[in-house]
C-alpha cells in the first residue's frame, strides 16, 4: 500500500515557476516508478512525467520538456516536478502516481495504481 500526498501548487505568473511536491509513505515507494499527471478544466487526464525507480531513467510529455524537471529522494520518500517557464497551459490538477508495472507503459493511467489527491496549478497571463 502507498499513500500519495502532493503539495507545492498555488498560482503564478507567466514565465514563473514552481516545484510540487509528492510525500510518500509505504515500504513499496523507493521500488515504485513515479509519474505527474495534470488534468485540466474540461480536459481528460494527460501525462507529463515519470520517473524510475533509482532516479536514472526520466521520461516526458514533449511541451513540457526542456521546462520541467522530475526527480527523487528515496531517503525522503518524495518525488519532485520542478516547472518553470510556465504558461497558461500548464493550468490543471497535478496528480502523483505510482506505476504498478515498473519502466513501462508509462503515459498511461490505467498503469498506475496509487494517486495523490493532486494540487492545483494556475498560471495567470
Known amino acids: 500500500q502507498v499513500q500519495l500526498v502532493e503539495s507545492g501548487g498555488g498560482l503564478v505568473q507567466t514565465g514563473g515557476s514552481l516545484r510540487l511536491s509528492c510525500a510518500a509513505s509505504?515500504?513499496?515507494?523507493?521500488?515504485?516508478?513515479m509519474g505527474w499527471f495534470r488534468q485540466a478544466p474540461g480536459k481528460e487526464r494527460e501525462f507529463v512525467a515519470a520517473?524510475?525507480?533509482?532516479?536514472?531513467?526520466?521520461y516526458y510529455k514533449d511541451s513540457v520538456k526542456g521546462r520541467f524537471t522530475i526527480s527523487r529522494d528515496n531517503a525522503k520518500n518524495t518525488v519532485y516536478l520542478q516547472m518553470n517557464s510556465l504558461k497558461p497551459e500548464d493550468t490543471a490538477v497535478y496528480y502523483c502516481?505510482?506505476?504498478?508495472?515498473?519502466?513501462?507503459?508509462?503515459?498511461?493511467?490505467?498503469?498506475?495504481?496509487?494517486w495523490g489527491q493532486g494540487t492545483q496549478v494556475t498560471v495567470s497571463s
Open positions: 502516481a505510482a506505476n504498478r508495472f515498473g519502466w513501462t507503459e508509462l503515459t498511461t493511467g490505467d498503469s498506475y495504481y496509487y
Open positions: 509505504g515500504r513499496t515507494f523507493s521500488s515504485s516508478t
Open positions: 520517473i524510475s525507480w533509482n532516479g536514472v531513467g526520466t
